[in-house]
């Protein structure tokens, strides 16, 4: 019995690897929100907030490393592209 208890508990730990991507899938979804707040239109601001809310939570159960990479890839390049467009909206 013990040894099944320690098994499952042992399989919900993650490992470092995984630690450190899913504190960096974090670190990118807080920032893109940030950003998102520095939106001027209230109706962008909500539209973009849902749309990265919706994203995130859609490839929450992911799996495989390769897509995962892909998407930290993907949501980066999302990001610098909010980025960009503020600082262009701005000046």
Do not use: C
Request: charged share 25%.
């Amino acid at each position: 019995m013990f040894k099944y208890v320690l098994l499952l508990h042992l399989s919900n730990l993650l490992i470092l690897g995984q630690f450190l991507q899913r504190q960096k899938i974090l670190g990118i979804y807080r920032t893109m929100l940030r950003t998102i707040r520095q939106v001027p239109d209230e109706g962008d601001r909500k539209y973009l907030r849902d749309w990265a809310s919706a994203e995130f939570k859609r490839n929450k159960t992911a799996t495989d490393q390769d897509a995962i990479r892909m998407m930290i890839t993907q949501a980066n390049n999302h990001l610098e592209e909010l980025q960009k467009s503020l600082a262009l909206a701005r000046s």
